[in-house]
């Protein structure tokens, strides 16, 4: 089953610790991203990768780190979470546009509290 | 700027009629992609449609069509003969330009209560 698999689904973590927010994707997609969701803003975009080795930020990234060593992974890493980073997280995956990528697969959320 | 903008926060609909939900985007790029998604109370996202610029017809999936109108830049996402099921944030996005990698971009949502 094609699918986006993104853990823990709840997280509730201290000021300071770092942790980090695991996706898997098991379809070869080359694009890969990070959303954070929060009430009356929609979601916005934190990091994204267009494939191995390529990052790049988004609209949000300050306080975040990303990696993608392999194409199938896209971790979140905060190295110092602060209590204005709860929120509910997303990882995403599609094939590039010029694959025909007209849908963007999405893993379950995050639900991450920082106290 | 707001690229995609969704006017209307919240909806109601009698269950079995028909509901349009409100779009509109702001790009100066002739190749885009318009998504629509929709999120339970549980959460998920659950991806309903797609629309590319440079198709001829409106994007039609079984109960939901997007009524395109590019001139008017609206993207509009129609749900017709509505459930109780149907009752979620619906979010419009968008890609541009298309040709590239380039990330989604989410209007702030409305929420769709169907009533019984």
């Known amino acids: 089953e094609a699918q986006v698999t993104q853990n823990p689904r709840y997280l509730i973590t201290v000021t300071g610790k770092k942790l980090t927010v695991t996706c898997s994707q098991n379809?070869?997609?080359?694009?890969m991203s990070w959303y954070r969701q929060d009430p009356g803003l929609g979601l916005r975009q934190i990091y994204y990768?267009?494939?191995?080795?390529?990052?790049d930020k988004g609209d949000v990234p300050e306080g975040y780190k990303v990696s993608r060593k392999e194409k199938r992974n896209f971790p979140l890493i905060l190295e110092s979470p602060s209590p204005n980073q709860t929120s509910l997280y997303f990882c995403?995956?599609?094939?590039?546009?010029?694959?025909?990528?007209?849908?963007?697969?999405f893993g379950q959320g995050t639900r991450l509290t920082v106290v | 700027a707001q690229k995609i903008t969704q006017t209307q926060p919240g909806m109601f609909v009698q269950e079995k009629e028909a509901v349009t939900l409100d779009c509109t985007y702001d790009?100066?790029?002739?190749?885009?992609?318009l998504f629509w998604y929709k999120q339970p109370s549980s959460g998920e996202m659950i991806f309903l449609i797609y629309?590319?610029?440079?198709?001829?017809q409106n994007a039609t999936e079984g109960r939901y069509s997007l009524n395109f109108q590019k001139a008017r830049k609206s993207a509009n996402l129609v749900i017709s003969a509505s459930q109780l099921g149907d009752s979620a944030m619906y979010f419009c996005?968008?890609?541009?330009?298309?040709?590239?990698?380039?990330?989604?971009?989410f209007g702030k949502g409305t929420r769709l209560s169907v009533i019984a």
């Open positions: 995403a995956s599609s094939l590039s546009p010029g694959q025909g990528g007209t849908e963007a697969f």
């Open positions: 379809m070869n997609h080359e694009y």
């Open positions: 990768s267009m494939n191995v080795e390529v990052t």
């Open positions: 996005a968008m890609r541009e330009p298309y040709s590239g990698n380039t990330p989604l971009v």
């Open positions: 629309q590319g610029s440079y198709d001829q």
């Open positions: 790009t100066s790029d002739p190749s885009y992609g």
